[in-house]
Antibody
């Protein structure tokens, strides 16, 4: 059974870059069967889809974040990562990584999630 | 952007009762809708995809219905472990810009 675990700094200063890593166990991110996604949830608000990466390196991003966002993968470490630049307090949220089945097009639903990690943007 | 609206925000029910949660899309998403269960400190859990298809290992007391803009998640006989927050998610757009509802909190009455 696949497991996902987010890791990274819990505190980031405004204007700096938020960087998180998701480590996948129980399955290979290079299998070609899944997209690997990031989602976030600000306190008291709903979930927001951030973006995803496929085995080939192909990415799709939420247009509202695209100018600040990079999602990448390290298949040797079985990890994928999120970098969000020029952060503000509005980027404070619990960040989740997740798996989307469905191969090259993606199915749309997310069948496995990490437990999430809180990132606070504050000086 | 497709806006997903869930109602009610909080639903108070007793164990053994039936719970009905609603999700409305601002435009048609066909049957491209999923439901998730989320408990504090845990990973969200996929319950339903394709509006009505139970994910692997999900008990039969969970059922989904609807299409277009109106969807329902029904839990037929609430167990203690079912009290949680439930989210709907649409995945109807290309390129993808998935959106979620604000959630319905299912609490013990």
């Amino acid at each position: 059974q696949v497991q996902l675990q987010e890791s990274g700094p819990g505190l980031v200063k405004p204007s700096q870059t938020l960087s998180l890593t998701c480590t996948v166990s129980g399955g290979s991110i290079s299998s070609g069967t899944y997209y690997w996604s990031w989602i976030r949830q600000p306190a008291g608000k709903g979930l927001e889809w951030i973006g995803r990466i496929y085995t080939s390196g192909s990415t799709n991003y939420n247009p509202s974040l695209e100018s600040r966002l990079t999602i990448s993968a390290d298949t040797s470490q079985n990890q994928f990562s999120l970098r969000l630049s020029s952060v503000t307090a509005a980027d404070t949220a619990v960040y989740y990584c997740a798996r989307e089945p469905g191969g090259r097009l993606g199915a749309g639903w997310l069948d496995s999630w990490g437990q999430g990690t809180l990132v606070t943007v504050s000086s | 952007e497709i806006v997903m609206t869930q109602s009610p925000g909080t639903l108070s029910v007793s164990p053994g009762d039936r719970a009905t949660l609603s999700c409305r899309a601002s435009q048609s998403v066909s049957r491209n809708l999923a439901w998730y269960q989320h408990k504090p400190g845990q990973a969200p859990r996929l319950l339903i995809f394709g509006a009505s298809i139970r994910a692997t290992g999900i008990p039969a007391r969970f059922s989904g219905s609807g299409s277009g803009t109106e969807f329902t998640l029904t839990i037929s006989s609430l167990q203690s472990e079912d009290f949680a927050v439930y989210y709907c998610q649409q995945y109807n757009n290309w390129p993808p810009k998935y959106t979620f509802g604000q959630g319905t909190k299912l609490e013990v009455q």
